[in-house]
């Protein structure tokens, strides 16, 4: 399992695994909610600002590498963590 760090300039938006696995948000879920499950990877929003701009480009990709790829073409910096 590899981490990743999602910035847009210094501001941390986005920690993500390329595992399959939940996806959450800023925002808390309903009650009774249950966190959607992704096929490629595991991830947790860090800042609603950025939110739907990545759900529509993960939307967008099918696979993580395509992801990572639309994430640094739209402007962000995506770092591996050690």
């Known amino acids: 399992m590899t981490r990743y760090a999602v ?3 210094d501001d941390l938006v986005l ?4 595992e399959p696995g939940p996806i959450t948000s800023t925002a808390p879920p309903p009650p ?8 490629f990877l595991s991830a947790a929003a860090r800042d609603a ?3 739907d701009q990545l759900a529509d480009l993960l939307a967008d990709s099918s ?3 395509e992801f990572v790829e639309r994430l640094r073409e ?8 050690r």
């Open 74 to 81: 739209a402007g962000f910096i995506v770092e591996r963590e």
């Open 32 to 39: 009774g909610g249950t966190p959607v499950l992704h096929p």
């Open 15 to 18: 920690t993500m695994r390329d």
């Open 49 to 51: 600002t950025y939110e």
């Open 63 to 65: 696979d993580f590498g």
């Open 7 to 9: 910035y847009a300039a």
